[in-house]
């Protein structure tokens, strides 16, 4: 695939960036590799995707209504309205990537590149499916295809994400997200485990689906809104570089970078891959748990 001159530095810096980290954590540089790719993917496609919404202005004024409201910006005016051939050429890079990176899910990825060509799979619906507690499409489509549910939805959600950073291209700046105030992103409403602390300028949340940076408070939880301090547990990793949330009310958790004592530039879209050892220690925190609670 072909990119343009701001894709091109991107690449660089990510690549780069993967370079570095590898350097510094070997065992990560697999996944550090296909998110970086699934990034690329992701911003090299929105662009086009951009140009293809049907009335973007009307998009960019409903986002005014999320301002200190508490549902984000597709749902109230839902996933965009794309050709059948868009969203199959956006599943079917998906998968290229997937199969470049997961050579050991080739036989399933055939098959669902497969049905791309014909007329049932409808793509916006699966990726409106994947989004919600009872996936209930996802699973059928998992099931006529003799693929795993999680390989679908995994798709499905990849798929989606150019959609919604071209979403996050059209109203970013042109709403106002120190009014939003919810731990789920004001574009798409997913939930992220991922922050971040700015130098001289607060504590932000990072979808990790489109993107979208916003204020949030560390000290509340982004889950269930817990604001009792005494019921968040704080661990600090590598010097405080890291730290790791986790909320005794709703045991979720959340990771936090703080950018005044990270000494070189690392992109933040790859924060959630860089902090995977937080992942691994939240985890076993929690499960510690509830093994005291059952005995």
Not at 237 to 259: A, M, P
Request: with cysteine.
């Amino acid at each position: 695939m072909m990119c343009d001159i701001g894709m091109e530095k991107k690449f660089e810096l990510l690549l780069n960036a993967v370079e570095r980290l590898s350097s510094e954590d070997p065992n990560l540089e697999p996944s550090l590799l296909f998110y970086a790719d699934l990034l690329l993917l992701r911003d090299e496609l929105s662009g086009s995707v951009r140009e293809k919404i049907e009335n973007p202005d009307k998009i960019v004024e409903k986002s005014k209504e999320i301002e200190g409201g508490e549902k984000p910006l597709t749902e109230i005016t839902g996933i965009p309205t794309l050709d059948q051939a868009t969203w199959r050429n956006i599943m079917a890079e998906v998968i290229e990537v997937v199969l470049k990176h997961r050579k050991g899910l080739s036989t399933e990825l055939e098959k669902v590149k497969e049905s791309l060509d014909g007329e049932d799979l409808d793509i916006r619906k699966l990726a409106e499916s994947s989004l919600t507690e009872e996936p209930n499409y996802v699973k059928e489509v998992a099931s006529k295809l003799d693929v795993e549910v999680d390989l679908i939805q995994a798709l499905a959600l990849w798929t989606v994400q150019p959609v919604f950073k071209a979403i996050r291209l059209l109203v970013e700046g042109k709403m106002d997200v120190n009014k939003w105030h919810n731990g789920f992103c004001p574009i798409c409403g997913s939930y992220t485990r991922t922050g971040y602390i700015a130098r001289d300028r607060g504590q932000f949340l990072k979808c990790e689906m489109c993107g979208m940076e916003w204020p949030f408070q560390m000290l509340t939880c982004p889950f269930c809104g817990n604001e009792d301090k005494r019921m968040i547990e704080i661990h600090q990793v590598d010097g405080g570089r890291f730290r790791l949330y986790i909320c005794r009310v709703c045991s979720n958790y959340w990771k936090v970078v703080d950018e005044e004592l990270v000494e070189e530039s690392i992109p933040r879209d790859l924060y959630p891959v860089w902090t995977f050892k937080l992942d691994e220690m939240a985890e076993e925190i929690l499960s510690e748990a509830q093994e005291s609670k059952e005995d």
